[in-house]
């Protein structure tokens, strides 16, 4: 249920409304709006609440939520979430672009990736250190190796790094490293990861699953939010179809339904979605004209020889060329390029 109070409504009034919602053994949720307060209530609501609240001085209307996910909704939360990472922030006019291999492998390999996408205008190193593999056979990651040298790579270039944390147990080693923990598409509904990335206070991505529609989505990103982690973003990576030409469908609507449905910032990772180096640039133009606050690119220094997606890798000439074809799509749509770190950046607090 939403109750929106008055734009002049008193701290009093909203106090009471407040207590009213607590005396129940349900709780609020207070957002502020451009106008209004809103304060959303959690749990089991009955209709004569509704009634009751709607009578209170200073509430101007109040309304039931139909949606399962409450503080993942817009309804809820009507300005849009804004994460501060590094000197960068997502999911305000900033478009950042993260990029980097799908896994890192050696540091020679790190190092010369963050320096090209850090020249080329990338904000956000990504690497995996922890891979999930569909086949237990196929590189799996360095582990906390893999982690060292991402924090290697954000000292020396003073890029913010991301990556995927996949077990519960896990969660606060990679926390101790990571600037932004990944959640990965085959994790989307490991309620128990999503439970203790919520505990922590550090940013959290989470990618759509294989096959999930966005409400089952929307309800793994309240998992999160409901243990009181709001740093949160998705990403749309690409959802299984029938079609075979490319790895998945890049669900390009997904991503204005999400702003529509939601507050959190939406980041398009092209490179899973299509699995073709050759279809990445294409499709990450498509996402940011379509309003996305990101993206996520793999950049390899030599894709025919990368340990893990290779084919979807960008070199770093083509990564450059992306980088030069996005600035009129983003110019178009309004909004600017995150700028580049200019110094190098100590570990997180
Ligand atoms: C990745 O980002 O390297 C990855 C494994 O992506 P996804 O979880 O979307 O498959
Ligand atoms: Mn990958």
Redesign the pocket.
């Known amino acids: 249920m939403i109750v929106v109070m008055k734009s002049d409504c008193k701290q009093a009034e909203i106090a009471e409304v407040v207590k009213r919602i607590s005396k129940l053994g349900l709780r609020e949720h207070i957002s502020q709006g451009a106008e209004h307060t809103v304060i959303g209530v959690l749990g089991q609501v009955s209709p004569e609440l509704q009634d009751m609240l709607e009578l209170l001085p200073g509430v101007e209307q109040v309304f039931p939520v139909s949606k399962p996910y409450k503080l993942s909704s817009r309804e809820f939360h009507p300005l849009n979430t804004i994460i501060k990472v590094g000197e960068n922030t997502i999911g305000s006019n900033e478009v950042v672009v993260i990029a980097g291999p799908?896994?890192v492998e050696t540091e020679e390999q790190l190092m010369s990736t963050a320096q090209a996408v850090k020249a080329a205008g990338a904000t956000i190193l990504?690497g995996?250190a922890f891979?999930?593999s569909t086949s237990p056979y196929h590189f799996r990651g360095l582990g906390e190796p893999g982690l060292k040298l991402l924090a290697r790579a954000r000292q020396e270039t003073g890029l913010s790094i991301i990556t995927?944390v996949m077990t519960p147990q896990d969660v606060q080693l990679v926390a101790g490293y990571a600037d932004i923990l990944?959640i990965?598409?085959?994790n989307m509904q490991n309620f128990s990861l999503l439970d203790e990335v919520g505990k922590t206070k550090r940013p959290v991505m989470l990618?759509r699953g294989l096959s999930a529609t966005i409400q089952e989505w929307l309800l793994a990103a309240e998992y999160i939010l409901a243990q009181g982690n709001d740093q949160l973003m998705l990403?749309e990576?690409g959802i299984r179809t029938f079609e075979t030409y490319t790895r998945n469908t890049m669900d390009i609507s997904a991503i204005p339904v999400i702003k529509r449905l939601s507050h959190l910032p939406i980041i398009a990772?092209p490179s899973?979605a299509t699995g073709k180096w050759h279809l990445v640039a294409p499709v990450a133009l498509a996402a940011i004209a379509a309003g996305a606050d990101g993206l996520?690119i793999?950049v390899h220094p030599t894709p025919d020889s990368a340990l893990?997606?290779g084919a979807q890798s960008l070199n770093f000439e083509h990564f450059q060329q992306l980088m030069s074809q996005l600035m009129p799509v983003i110019t178009a749509v309004g909004r600017k390029l995150a700028t580049s770190p200019l110094k190098a950046k100590p570990q997180p607090g």
Request: aromatic share 0%.
């Open positions: 799908c896994a990504r995996g891979k999930p995927e990944q990965g598409a085959r990618k990403c990576r990772d899973h996520m793999e893990k997606d």
